[in-house]
């Protein structure tokens, strides 16, 4: 069993900055990847971005240049850095986790982002 403890939403103006975290604990031995989706008011849910357990990483193309996931390994913890914040990135933000044990969803975070 994975459990998920999400932080860092907020509201911020256009151009700014958050950081979100996502923690995770539970019964694993490894965790596999972790990601974040985000979902807007009446659209579905995308990805943000991922990252493998060997620190390989991909993003939704509307986030390239402007997000960074990262992750520590030794606190379970996944980041994401979020840049140069648009109107269009407002949403719920979720972070997922596959481990060797199970997956979980976070509880999503709210960020809302003001032009």
């Known amino acids: 069993q994975v459990q998920l403890v999400e932080s860092g939403g907020g509201l911020v103006q256009a151009g700014g900055s958050l950081r979100l975290s996502c923690a995770a604990s539970?019964?694993?031995?490894?965790?596999?990847?972790m990601a974040w989706h985000r979902q807007a008011p009446g659209k579905t849910r995308e990805l943000v971005a991922i990252?493998?357990?060997?620190?390989?990483?991909n993003y939704g193309d509307s986030v390239k240049g402007r997000f960074t996931i990262s992750r520590d390994n030794t606190k379970n913890t996944a980041y994401l850095q979020m840049n140069s914040l648009k109107p269009e990135d407002t949403g719920v933000y979720y972070c997922y986790v596959m481990a060797d044990r199970g997956s979980s969803w976070g509880q999503g975070t709210q960020v809302t982002v003001s032009s």
């Open positions: 539970g019964s694993f031995f490894r965790i596999n990847f």
């Open positions: 990252i493998s357990s060997g620190g390989t990483t």
